[in-house]
């Protein structure tokens, strides 16, 4: 079956500049998380929904960062006013269990 | 979540078996042990998770020490595929603790 899907793949924004990365997780996964990646290191969590809300988002590093999942499906991560150090891979993952989650293939944003 | 240490890398041959470890001394009664991978520009990938018996799949096999304050994660014939960064990765997910929080992992390298 269809993966954790994320769009777009690649995102190239200037410095001050809003964006929003999208994430369409497996069908019927009622868990949802974002994490995001910088180069050489692991994953950091952002933000965790159970649902249409938002669970844990203790992992957001301000209130540049925002995320929804209005419907208890799709989730968008919104980022105002980026700057060059919110540069790195956002990952989503969902699960239907607490053991597995199914990560998507990531987004890569630069901030020039 | 409690800390864990493993090697920075590791490399092995191909259908050679690898034996990829991780120290975790303070590990509680109801942390699981959890194991992912990333494969070059992927997200993480669930391989095994267990809390206090070794535990086989289809990807590998995961051994548990006695007192719990290590494990060893095996696969029994590396393929070239197989080259991945490795985190071992501890969770209560009886708290409800669903957020994942890696470390560094091992980076292995298989040569042909």
């Known amino acids: 079956g269809a993966g954790v899907s994320q769009t777009p793949s690649n995102k190239v924004t200037e410095k001050g500049k809003y964006v929003e990365l999208r994430c369409d997780p497996i069908?019927?996964?009622?868990?949802l998380y974002w994490y995001r990646q910088s180069l050489g290191q692991g994953p950091e969590f952002l933000i965790y929904f159970q649902g249409t809300g938002a669970a844990d988002d203790s992992g957001l590093p301000n209130d540049r960062f925002f995320a929804v999942r209005p419907e208890g499906s799709v989730s968008t991560l919104k980022i105002q006013r980026t700057e060059r150090g919110d540069s790195a891979v956002y990952l989503c993952?969902?699960?239907?269990?607490?053991?597995?989650?199914?990560f998507g293939p990531g987004t890569r944003l630069t901030v020039t | 979540d409690a800390k864990t240490t493993q090697p920075n890398s590791m490399e092995s041959n191909e259908e050679e078996p690898v034996h990829l470890p991780c120290n975790h001394s303070?590990?509680?009664?109801?942390?699981?042990i959890h194991w992912y991978r990333q494969l070059p520009s992927q997200g993480p990938e669930y391989v095994i998770h267990g809390l206090t018996s070794n535990v086989n799949n289809r990807m590998a096999s995961l051994a548990i020490a006695e007192d719990r304050k290590s494990s060893t994660l095996i696969l029994h014939r590396a393929t070239l595929r197989d080259a991945a960064v490795y985190y071992c990765?501890?969770?209560?997910?009886?708290?409800?603790?669903?957020?994942?929080?890696f470390g560094q992992g091992t980076r292995l390298t298989i040569n042909p």
């Open positions: 303070t590990i509680s009664g109801t942390d699981y």
């Open positions: 069908s019927g996964h009622t868990a």
């Open positions: 993952a969902s699960s239907f269990s607490a053991y597995e989650q199914y």
């Open positions: 990765i501890l969770r209560d997910v009886g708290q409800g603790a669903q957020k994942l929080v």
